[in-house]
């Protein structure tokens, strides 16, 4: 943007009305001023549950028109800004130009991504569950690696976590990490992350310090709201206890607060230890299984496996979606879309994964073109 001028203003003003046609703004202010108008009813608390799904709805509607009320000031400014300067030779405002352009061209991103989510689980909370894969111990430490880098990420949409269980492995790392992400389109960003991730470094734990390449696998799932219904017989369920290991804080491994519930004719296994109760476990641990459960039927009935999560791959070679390579260069490159960056700490150390993301969602709406 450094070169702007009256035809990138154009540019961005011409994706701005496609925005617009995407998100049917219009119909988004009515829809608004309804749910307003519901919600100050008399007898709108009275169902709690209906209720705070509707304010959910009202929320993202709102966003959306302020994220497009909000680009077409910052269009006007910019406008006005390359205007005066141009007249004036004001370098200052000319700058300023600039710099509110490539504000609006962010934000855009941000609304075209909102527009493109077209089921409304895409809008809400995540279960992302990290394992480790082929790689032995090497593998923990590298599911602890991507853990943290998620953590990171999360914190830099301003979104919320809770770790759901992430046990301390033998020597290095974790053994897996299930965590919830709460958060505006949590988990139709998150599940460009589905898959296998594979790291080439210099093993930390081999003297002669020779390299390895090991994997972990990311499942991605929805929070589902209560509306929709997964019919789980209680007879079906084994339900152990135990002391919590790992994270945690204080509190940890004095009692048996932990909990692991199997889904006996599936044989879906689901763990949580990072609440202080036994019962807040378990109403975690059934939310998660809720979602994994959901997941299988559309499995069940749907031909195309890719709805709510890519296709089952073994945790190792060839299955790969993105590579994580600290020797013997640096780079991280995912395989579907060819976006790569040379700079591995951006992404590994501070969580930078928009780039990575944002091109996973347009290469899907491409139609997944061939590499």
């Avoid at 019962?279 to 709510?308: G, V």
Wanted: proline share 3%.
């Amino acid at each position: 943007m450094a070169d702007m001028d009256d035809s990138s203003l154009d540019a961005l003003s011409a994706r701005l009305d496609e925005v617009e046609g995407y998100l049917h703004v219009d119909e988004l202010r009515g829809t608004v001023a309804q749910l307003e108008q519901e919600s100050t009813a008399p007898g709108f608390w009275d169902d709690a549950n209906a209720a705070r799904e509707t304010m959910a709805r009202l929320s993202a509607a709102k966003s959306d028109v302020a994220g497009i009320d909000n680009a077409r000031a910052k269009l006007d400014d910019a406008r006005a800004a390359l205007e005066l300067g141009e007249e004036t030779s004001d370098d200052d405002l000319l700058a300023e130009a600039a710099s509110i352009a490539v504000s609006l061209e962010h934000d855009l991103t941000e609304l075209e991504l909102s527009s493109w989510f077209t089921d409304d689980l895409d809008h809400g909370d995540a279960i992302v569950t990290v394992t480790p894969g082929q790689g032995g111990l090497e593998a923990q430490d590298w599911c602890d690696m991507l853990f943290h880098m998620y953590l990171r990420y999360c914190d830099r949409r301003g979104w919320t976590v809770d770790v759901n269980d992430a046990p301390q492995a033998e020597v290095i790392g974790i053994d897996h990490a299930t965590f919830t992400v709460h958060g505006h389109n949590a988990y139709g960003m998150l599940r460009a992350e589905q898959g296998v991730h594979r790291l080439v470094r210099i093993s930390p734990t081999d003297e002669k310090k020779r390299r390895q390449t090991t994997f972990a696998g990311v499942e991605v799932l929805p929070v589902l709201p209560d509306d929709i219904e997964v019919d789980i017989d209680p007879k079906d369920l084994r339900v152990d206890v135990y002391h919590a290991t790992g994270h945690g804080g204080q509190g940890v491994n004095t009692t048996d607060s932990a909990v692991r519930i199997t889904h006996i004719p599936t044989g879906t296994v689901v763990t949580c230890q990072n609440e202080r109760s036994q019962l807040q476990n378990k109403a975690f641990a059934m939310k998660i299984l809720r979602s994994r459960l959901y997941e299988m039927e559309l499995e069940k009935r749907a031909a195309e496996l890719d709805e709510l999560r890519g296709p089952k791959h073994e945790i190792g070679f060839g299955n790969q979606i993105r590579s994580y390579v600290l020797y013997p260069y640096q780079l991280v490159k995912d395989l579907r879309t060819g976006v790569e960056t040379g700079n591995v700490d951006s992404v590994l150390q501070d969580g930078d994964l928009d780039k990575f993301i944002v091109a996973y969602h347009r290469w899907v709406l491409a139609g997944r073109p061939e590499q």
